[in-house]
């Protein structure tokens, strides 16, 4: 399906056209060959760098957890870029901005610019990043890979279920980015809710190339109408401190637009994203079209090893493999996911292939799942009183 709706909507076609990015050399030369040789080795890197005055260090917020023996821990992500690179991005701009039929000139292209830079500043191997966790501990993560980002689980002091605390990058004067992150704690057992961002609760056009270019570098972040009031209500429903998680095929370079979405329209929660990188944007499309049922698995796995006990709740939409994702997670780990709802694109008919939104393809991908674990709903209006009936289900 995925297939059939990238050769229908000519996805090829406007990834072949689109520019490449080249990577502008930072003004010391970094990294070097030894550093990037010594990248491959990932954590067991002998010669990590520190942050210096010219990076950008990016910390993605997370889910804090228990681990089998009791004790608190929590996956740290972080990626860092040279803020130095990246500068000479106007003809990527032009580019961009004539493929979504601006004209030259447009007050758009300030915002096409920055949305850009993430894609075309350059990223940092072998960064280790010191940060300050709630003001009682302090973390080294890192060094990095080679895409520039780390991930390191580490032990976290206690704090009270749903309690969100705050960490801070320790960065000398100079280096930018989202030097502050937020953790949320969250026991054992409860409620969870794990959601699809891309046309489930942003209008993203996840199956026009246009439309996602227009979407992700132009246009204003909208939410689905009636989302926010509906994840509201489940958020109030389900418990203040039942944990969130944003799941998305979306490359990490849009975190700071998702997160800055997500802040100003839905609840606290953890976004995770693809670690995939490249220096061409047709990898922002195939990200999104290619491989997301394996990949949302994937990432749903993960949230089990940390939270195999919470009741969770899955909310996605018919663009793309949501169906089929949610459906084999539910089968692998039974008990674990107590629902499903699925929105179906209603105007699916203009931007993909009528069959994602037939009655077959649902009943395929949730094949031996109950008919009462999972609804298709085309308003959010219908799902309030499915929302109250599966809590109620089970206390």
Same mark, same amino acid.
């Given at each position: 399906m995925e297939y059939r709706t990238r050769r229908e909507r000519r996805f090829e076609e406007v990834e072949s056209s689109l520019p490449n990015i080249k990577m502008t050399p930072a003004v010391d030369h970094r990294p070097s060959i030894?550093?990037?040789?010594?990248?491959?080795?990932?954590?067991?890197?002998?010669?990590?760098?520190?942050?210096?005055?010219?990076?950008?260090?990016?910390?993605?917020?997370?889910?804090?957890?228990?681990?089998?023996?009791?004790?608190?821990?929590?996956?740290?992500?972080?990626?860092?870029?040279d803020q130095k690179t990246g500068e000479e991005v106007s003809s990527v701009?032009?580019?961009?901005?004539?493929?979504?039929?601006?004209?030259?000139?447009?007050?758009?292209?300030?915002?096409?610019?920055?949305?850009l830079m993430p894609f075309v500043q350059a990223e940092l191997p072998a960064r280790v990043v010191r940060v300050d966790f709630a003001g009682r501990k302090e973390l080294k993560l890192g060094p990095g890979g080679r895409n520039g980002i780390t991930s390191d689980t580490r032990g976290v002091v206690e704090f009270k279920n749903g309690e969100v605390v705050s960490t801070i990058a320790r960065v000398p004067r100079g280096a930018t980015g989202i030097l502050k992150m937020s953790t949320v704690f969250a026991e054992p057992e409860g409620w969870s809710l794990i959601s699809d961002i891309d046309d =489930?609760?942003?209008?993203?056009?996840?199956?026009?190339?246009?439309?996602?270019?227009?979407s992700t570098f132009v246009s204003e972040p909208t939410p689905i109408q009636g989302m926010p009031e509906l994840y509201k209500f489940i958020h109030t429903t389900l418990s203040p401190s039942a944990p969130f998680f944003y799941l998305s095929a979306s490359p990490y370079n849009l975190y700071r637009f998702l997160r800055n979405f997500r802040e100003k329209y839905y609840p606290q929660g953890t976004i995770i994203l693809r670690d995939a990188n490249w220096m061409n944007l047709s990898g922002l499309l195939s990200n999104?079209?290619?491989?997301?049922?394996?990949?949302?698995?994937?990432?749903?796995?993960?949230?089990?090893?940390w939270l195999p006990k919470r009741k969770m709740i899955c909310i996605g939409d018919s663009t793309q493999s949501d169906p089929e994702a949610y459906g084999e997670i539910y089968r692998k780990h039974e008990g674990w996911v107590k629902f499903i709802l699925i929105r179906k694109? =209603?105007?699916?008919?203009?931007?993909?292939?009528?069959?994602?939104?037939?009655?077959?393809?649902?009943?395929?991908?949730?094949?031996?799942?109950?008919?009462?674990?999972?609804?298709?709903?085309?308003?959010?209006?219908?799902?309030?009183?499915?929302?109250?009936?599966?809590?109620?289900?089970?206390?």
């Open positions: 030894t550093t990037r040789l010594l990248s491959y080795l990932g954590p067991y890197n002998p010669a990590p760098h520190p942050i210096t005055p010219n990076d950008e260090v990016w910390l993605f917020d997370n889910t804090a957890y228990r681990t089998a023996d009791n004790k608190w821990q929590a996956e740290f992500v972080t990626a860092e870029f701009v032009a580019d961009v901005a004539e493929k979504v039929g601006l004209g030259k000139g447009d007050a758009a292209e300030a915002t096409i610019q920055k949305r =489930t609760i942003k209008i993203t056009m996840t199956s026009d190339p246009i439309g996602i270019l227009r999104l079209t290619l491989g997301t049922e394996a990949y949302k698995v994937d990432r749903m796995e993960k949230i089990n090893s694109v =209603t105007d699916i008919a203009e931007v993909g292939i009528q069959e994602k939104n037939e009655p077959k393809r649902f009943e395929a991908a949730f094949k031996g799942i109950p008919t009462d674990a999972w609804h298709v709903f085309e308003t959010p209006e219908e799902c309030y009183q499915i929302i109250k009936d599966v809590v109620a289900k089970y206390p």
